[in-house]
């Protein structure tokens, strides 16, 4: 094997140097062009209930696309149907913890390109809450002018059970979902959260 001797076809170990220093930049930039690119033509996340709206519970953020929007949704047959709806977008933040209030949290924002595409997918959730959360009642609320519906699954009749309450609410073309679960929950305390939530 021959040892480099830096030069290449006649180029000193220099010049080598400063043409691959040109090409990284060159690459580098090429690279950065094409992700941003990229990354306008998707859409951002919508926002989710924040991180201090629960303070003594440790949160996670996540993007969702449609078949984990539907995973979360424990509702297989609804990733077929978002993009006929509009979908374009969702997030979710957990919160999970031990504690005598509040032990599980979730909020999911949902966008789509119309309120239309907003209305069916609440009205599909609404819809299918019994399959998902068992028998479980349903009364209409109200919150900042979004307008949609409280549901309450019955409780179990165990002895640690704790009592689980979602809210779903339509803004125009989004959908926020709320689920509190804990020995405090309740629909006063869904509701106060609730203003917090986009």
Known sequence: M?????????MSRSRVTALASLVAVLLAASACGSGSGASSSSDPPPAVLPASAVPYLPSTAQ????????????????ADKLSGWGFRSAAQRTFQGQSKHLQIVVSRTVQFDSAAGARAYLDYLRANANSVYGVSTQKPQSNRGRAGVVVHPQACACHMAAATFMGLLQDGSRVSYLSLTGPKASVSLLQQLETLAP
Do not use: N
Request: charged share 20%; no cysteine.
């Open 2 to 10: 021959r040892e480099y001797t830096g030069t290449v076809k006649g």
């Open 63 to 78: 993007v969702l696309d449609a078949s984990s929007l539907a995973h979360q949704d424990a509702l297989p047959a609804v």
